[in-house]
């Protein structure tokens, strides 16, 4: 049926189901990113549609720069100053989980070590952009959402840079030309947005959004190449606007952090779809699945007690509360997908490093 289709009407039928389906299953609290990958899944593996498909892959890369962009813009730095101590221990405490899974894998499954890091990797960070999307459907108070949004912030952060060192680690010159580039990334975006809003803003008026995304687009390309993904150069974009917000408000308003929330909402469903669209039948074999629900059983009581006892100990908190942020930070469905296709082959990735039975 889909071959007599012309593709015109197979993607605005995608994007009715995009945008219709994820909204009507939300009543009974599914978020809106898992219909998505869902969506994904069955029209990859049951239609065998939109395979390797351009379009999608340029709507996903706007979905998940603009989604990072305003990640990078809600940023409060006065806030995180307050949670700075909680936020450095979590950081702290989500490396040592990843040394002592790498470990632990690297016995168990007989994986080399840079592919046991990844997999801990894997199984231990959250994915932020999947939680950034779902945090209005948990019904977390403000405190609860800027702690949730905070910790998996700092948490995906903390694994690109470690993604980043592990990528690059087979050849030290690479390591650290892809290192230098990075620094001067950052070091070069303060001065583009000043001369921007000096020389260019001043005679045409209202173009703040359209910098952002441009900017937010090159950058996050630039890291895509560095091996750290896309979201990492739209997040420091976003930052930077924030840090230059006293001398530079109008790259930071409330208007344009409403409307690049806009540009992303109508964008982000196709990086979940995306993400499902990755997924193949031979990977869920028997042998697969018996992994996962072992994994299941055994990775996720830990993590979500390694933050309730943390912040239980260090903030005095109610168990039940912390229980909320440590299952609010759970999801790592698509960040272990990006993680499987990091590198330009999905053959370069993590998936040609595990062995048959995993």
């Excluded at 979590?90 to 002592?100: E, P």
């Excluded at 900017?215 to 750290?228: H, K, P």
């Amino acid at each position: 049926m889909s071959r007599t289709l012309s593709p015109e009407i197979q993607y605005m039928l995608l994007v009715l189901g995009l945008f219709i389906v994820p909204r009507a299953l939300q009543r009974f609290r599914l978020p809106s990113a898992v219909t998505c990958v869902g969506i994904g899944a069955a029209l990859g593996m049951g239609f065998h549609l939109f395979h390797d498909d351009h379009t999608i892959k340029l709507l996903a890369t706007l979905g998940i720069v603009a989604m990072f962009l305003f990640a990078g813009l809600e940023v409060d730095f006065d806030e995180l100053r307050r949670g700075r101590k909680v936020l450095v221990q979590h950081v702290a405490v989500q490396l040592l989980l990843l040394a002592a899974g790498a470990v632990v894998l690297h016995f168990a499954l007989e994986l080399e070590a840079r592919a046991a890091l990844l997999f801990a990797l894997a199984l231990f960070t959250p994915s932020t952009g999947f939680i950034l999307d779902s945090l209005d459907s948990l019904g977390l108070s403000p405190e609860e959402r800027f702690w949730v949004k905070s910790k998996a912030i700092a948490s995906e952060l903390v694994a690109l840079g470690v993604l980043f060192v592990t990528i690059q680690s087979s050849n030290a010159s690479t390591l650290g030309l892809s290192a230098l580039a990075l620094t001067a990334m950052v070091a070069v975006l303060p001065p583009v947005f000043r001369v921007f809003a000096r020389v260019i803003s001043p005679f045409a008026p209202k173009t703040e959004f359209t910098f952002l995304v441009i900017v937010a687009l090159l950058c996050a390309f630039i890291t895509r190449e560095l091996g750290v993904y896309y979201l990492v150069g739209a997040f420091v974009v976003g930052l930077t606007a924030v840090r230059l917000r006293k001398d530079l408000p109008e790259l930071s308003s409330e208007k344009l952090l409403g409307g690049v929330e806009l540009f992303a909402s109508f964008f982000i469903p196709f990086y979940f779809l995306k993400a499902g669209l990755h997924l193949r039948a031979e990977h869920f074999t028997w042998q697969a699945l018996a992994i996962a629900a072992v994994l299941l059983v055994l990775v996720l009581p830990i993590r979500v007690a390694r933050v309730t006892l943390h912040r239980k100990v260090v903030l005095d908190e109610p168990w039940r509360i912390g229980a909320r942020i440590g299952t609010a930070v759970l999801p790592t469905l698509v960040f272990t997908i990006c993680l499987l296709y990091t590198s330009p082959s999905p053959r370069d990735g993590l998936l040609s490093r595990m062995p048959s039975s995993a």
